[in-house]
Nanobody, 123 residues
Framework: QEQLVESGGGLVQPGGSLRLACAAH????????IGWFRQAPGKEREGVSC???????HYSESVKGRFTVSRNNAEKTVYLQMNNLKPEDTGVYYC?????????????????WGRGTQVTVSS
């Protein structure tokens, strides 16, 4: 079964760090762009970052300079390093796959959505 599985979420204090992982199961990650999204309670899902198959990266303005996306195709995993976390970063984080990121990456038609991992930033 082709799917993405997120892990690495948890509870962290403001200013702390987490590293999320998005692991591909049942398909070759190399040819896919991977997008990260998050959804806070009562809010719409929003795009966080995207990494192309060649490693080009995109970030939303709210996380630029704090989050770093990377990929290890040999491990079939994409990572999202999140530093200097803020309470407004709280939410369920999802990863999904598309053929490319592009300038409109937040609105691409992604597939192979994972089930998400909870990130809570609170003191």
């Amino acid at each position: 079964q082709e799917q993405l599985v997120e892990s690495g979420g948890g509870l962290v204090q403001p200013g702390g760090s987490l590293r999320l992982a998005c692991a591909a199961h049942g398909f070759i990650l190399d040819y896919w762009a991977i997008g990260w999204f998050r959804q806070a309670p009562g809010k719409e899902r929003e795009g966080v970052s995207c990494i192309s198959s060649r490693g080009a990266t995109h970030y939303s303005e709210s996380v630029k300079g704090r989050f770093t996306v990377s990929r290890n195709n040999a491990e079939k995993t994409v990572y999202l390093q999140m530093n200097n976390l803020k309470p407004e970063d709280t939410g369920v984080y999802y990863c999904a796959a598309d053929n490319f990121c592009g300038g409109n990456w937040k609105h691409n038609t992604y597939e192979h959505w994972g089930r998400g991992t909870q990130v809570t930033v609170s003191s």
